[in-house]
C-alpha cells in the first residue's frame, strides 16, 4: 500500500516562499505521476500542480507564474516551491500519486493522497 507524506507546511507572511515536500513508501515501483491539491474548510480540494516522471506538468493557470513543481532527486518525490504567497494561498495542501508501475497518460487525480500539510499565509 502507497503511503505518502507531505512536510513543509507551516505559517509564512504574504509575500514569503515554502518548499512542500512529499515522499512516497511502500512499493519498489516508480510511481510516474505526482501532483499536489489544496483544500480550505468547506471549499471542495482543487488542483494545484501536477508532474509525470518525465518531467511533464501541469498547473492551475492561475498558479504557474508563483508555484513550481519538480520530482525530488530521491525516487518516488516530488515537491512544491510556492514563491510570493498570498493569503488567499492559505489551505491544507495534499499529495496525489498514481499507481506505482503505470503509465501515466495524462495528469488527472491519481489514486493515493496524503494526510495533507497546513499552509497559513499571514498579511
Known amino acids: 500500500q502507497v503511503q505518502l507524506v507531505e512536510s513543509g507546511g507551516g505559517l509564512v507572511q504574504a509575500g514569503g516562499s515554502l518548499r512542500l515536500s512529499c515522499v512516497a513508501s511502500?512499493?519498489?515501483?516508480?510511481?510516474?505521476?505526482m501532483g499536489w491539491y489544496r483544500q480550505t474548510p468547506g471549499k471542495q480540494r482543487e488542483f494545484v500542480a501536477a508532474?509525470?516522471?518525465?518531467?511533464?506538468?501541469k498547473y492551475e493557470d492561475s498558479l504557474k507564474d508563483r508555484f513550481t513543481i519538480s520530482m525530488g532527486n530521491a525516487k518516488n518525490t516530488v515537491q512544491l516551491q510556492m514563491n510570493s504567497l498570498k493569503p488567499e494561498d492559505t489551505a491544507v495542501y495534499y499529495c496525489?500519486?498514481?499507481?506505482?508501475?503505470?503509465?501515466?497518460?495524462?495528469?488527472?487525480?491519481?489514486?493515493?493522497w496524503g494526510q495533507g500539510t497546513p499552509v497559513t499565509v499571514s498579511s
Open positions: 508532474i509525470t516522471s518525465g518531467g511533464r506538468t
Open positions: 511502500g512499493t519498489i515501483y516508480t510511481i510516474n505521476g
Open positions: 496525489n500519486a498514481a499507481e506505482p508501475g503505470t503509465i501515466v497518460p495524462d495528469l488527472k487525480e491519481f489514486a493515493y
